[in-house]
């Protein structure tokens, strides 16, 4: 019987500003990846959500992203030296671990966020310097990135386990990155559109992309963004559809 893993970016709020519903995506979701407090959260959302997110026996991992809380984490930022790249990475993945430890909760896995995530998934300097960041703080913890992209073959290369990631509630070019969401259409609203399409990926191996392309995909964990406001709705008729056609929604061991 296949399995898969249902992951959410959450804890994206800041202060008193909350972003999504985390509490009943953790219902839904089987991993979590928590903000880290450069793109979106702060100590007291990331004790929260990893609180949560133990009660409820979802796994957590850290999200570290740019310092670009006005931009969200999602605008390019260039000129950092792969030296400043690791130790952005380890600071975050390390204030996680520790705000999770007040809340009783460990560790598992790292997401990179955003505009880190896709610069990353395309330079290899940048991959490696947050796979040696992974490695330096925890050689044990998952490293999630995109199928074949330079963050695969640089944690690969370091002996790190990989999980490789594909998007419910995102479209794909024909070189497989996740379309610009400056595109119309970047971002899929639809859940019954999105759950038809995860299904395919876990049962098919493939996603189409915008423009028609049969792509081949193989995937370990799917994401569903928390920021939209279709958000739980489209998280639910993934999870119902999945499992609807055998496939088991677990965290990845």
């Known amino acids: 019987m296949p399995t898969i893993d249902l992951n959410c970016d959450m804890g994206e709020g800041f202060g008193a500003w909350a972003m999504g519903d985390d509490r009943a995506m953790l219902d839904i979701v089987t991993s979590a990846n928590i903000a880290c407090g450069f793109h979106a959260g702060d100590p007291s959302i990331m004790a929260e959500t990893a609180r949560l997110a133990r009660e409820k026996g979802v796994r957590v991992g850290a999200h570290p992203g740019f310092n670009d809380i006005l931009g969200f984490g999602r605008r390019n930022i260039q000129g950092d030296s792969p ?5 952005m990475v380890a600071y975050q993945i390390g204030a996680l671990q520790a705000c999770a430890a007040l809340s009783g909760h460990r560790v598992t896995h790292v997401k990179p966020h955003g505009a880190l995530y896709n610069m ?7 991959a490696q310097a947050i796979a040696r960041a992974v490695k330096a703080v925890d050689p044990a913890l998952l490293f999630v990135v995109p199928p074949l992209s330079a ?19 995102r479209s794909y070019e024909d070189d497989g990155t ?13 859940p019954e559109l999105a759950a038809e399409r995860v299904v395919r990926m876990v049962l098919d191996g493939a996603v189409t992309s915008r423009h028609g392309k049969r792509l081949p995909i193989s995937a370990d964990t799917i994401c569903v963004h928390g ?3 279709t958000a739980v709705a489209m998280a639910a008729a993934v999870r119902a559809a999945l499992e609807a056609a055998g496939v088991t929604v677990r965290a990845v061991e």
């Open 151 to 169: 963050m695969d073959k640089a944690g690969e290369a370091l002996g790190l386990r990989v999980v490789r990631e594909a998007f419910a509630d």
């Open 120 to 126: 990353a998934a395309l330079d290899a300097d940048m």
């Open 227 to 229: 920021d939209t406001p």
């Open 83 to 87: 030296a400043v790249i690791e130790r």
């Open 178 to 190: 996740l379309t610009p969401r400056k595109i119309a259409g970047s971002v899929i609203h639809v």
